[in-house]
């Protein structure tokens, strides 16, 4: 499965979180420590589901990037 993954660069880490599994966070010093850490929660996420008898969703989000001109 492929789910999307979106950063959020703070002052001192980045902030990783899928919108196809809601509560599914992690963070990290770097941008590749996030994301090596978010790859390992949603393996963890998705175990927790199955575990739980609950269905594992389908990654249906995607993202773009729009440009503006900035006024």
């Known amino acids: 499965m492929r789910y999307t993954v ?6 001192s880490s980045y902030g990783a ?3 196809d599994l809601p509560g599914c ?3 990290g010093e770097t941008k590749e420590e996030a994301l ?3 790859k390992e929660a949603i393996e963890f996420h ?3 589901l199955i575990e739980d008898g609950v269905e ?3 990654p249906h989000c995607d993202f773009a990037h ?3 001109s900035a006024a």
């Open 6 to 11: 979106i950063l959020e660069e703070g002052q």
């Open 17 to 19: 979180f899928v919108p």
């Open 25 to 27: 966070i992690a963070t």
């Open 36 to 38: 090596n850490l978010i």
């Open 46 to 48: 998705i175990e927790g």
């Open 56 to 58: 594992v969703p389908e």
């Open 66 to 68: 729009v440009e503006v």
